[in-house]
């Protein structure tokens, strides 16, 4: 299950892959599609999210940043 770390509110755009940069925020960058080289990802907020090992963070349907815990032996 997931647990929720930050309320950010960031609403999408399609043809871009939103997610948690090593800084701990909210990056994106256009998507491939059909043959066509990805863009450069840019910054849409700063969060500052300090991560933990073994957690995954991510970017929910909310647009909020939460984590879950990562199946791993």
């Given at each position: 299950m997931a647990?929720?770390?930050a309320k950010v509110g960031v609403k999408r755009q399609d043809g871009y892959l939103y997610y948690i940069d090593?800084?701990?925020d909210v990056s994106r960058a256009k998507m491939a599609r059909g043959g066509?080289?990805?863009g450069k990802p840019e910054k849409v907020t700063?969060?500052?999210v300090?991560?933990?090992?073994?957690?995954l963070y991510f970017l929910d349907k909310k647009?909020?940043?939460s984590r879950a815990k990562m199946a791993r032996r």
């Open positions: 647990q929720e770390v090593k800084q701990g066509k080289k990805g700063k969060v500052g300090k991560k933990e090992k073994g957690y647009g909020n940043v």
